[in-house]
């Protein structure tokens, strides 16, 4: 099992940018496939990023593709979630999940964390 706690969420303006962070506790995190959904208010969630056990893969939603990296560290059990040039239409609570199989675009991981918001407004 794995926990997962993700922190760095916050207000900021269009343009701006802003990194989330993702702590995992409990096992292995190498061999879990790290992934970032979000949620906007009345909508479903959404597949953000997703980054393989080792980091070599990454893999993008098509509205975040070419503004958005993800990445993870882990030495230290740490998955990452850098965002550029916010847009309005990023305002969402963002998740981090995880799996040990491999990479999926769909909800089907097995651990969430608890979210963190991020608003994009000016």
């Known amino acids: 099992q794995v926990q997962l706690v993700e922190s760095g969420g916050g207000l900021v303006k269009p343009g701006d940018s802003l990194t989330l962070s993702c702590a995992a506790s409990?096992?292995?995190?190498?061999?879990?496939?790290v992934a970032w959904f979000r949620q906007a208010p009345g909508k479903e969630r959404e597949f953000v990023a997703a980054?393989?056990?080792?980091?070599?893969?990454?893999e993008y939603g098509d509205s975040v593709k070419g503004r958005f990296t993800i990445s993870r560290d882990n030495t230290k059990s740490m998955a990452y979630l850098q965002m550029n040039s916010l847009k309005p239409e990023d305002t969402a609570v963002y998740y981090c999940?995880?799996?040990?199989?491999?990479?999926?675009?769909?909800?089907?991981?097995?651990?969430w964390g608890q979210g963190t918001q991020v608003t994009v407004a000016s």
């Open positions: 999940a995880a799996r040990q199989l491999r990479m999926t675009t769909s909800q089907n991981y097995d651990y």
């Open positions: 409990g096992r292995t995190f190498s061999s879990f496939v």
């Open positions: 980054a393989s056990w080792g980091g070599g893969n990454t």
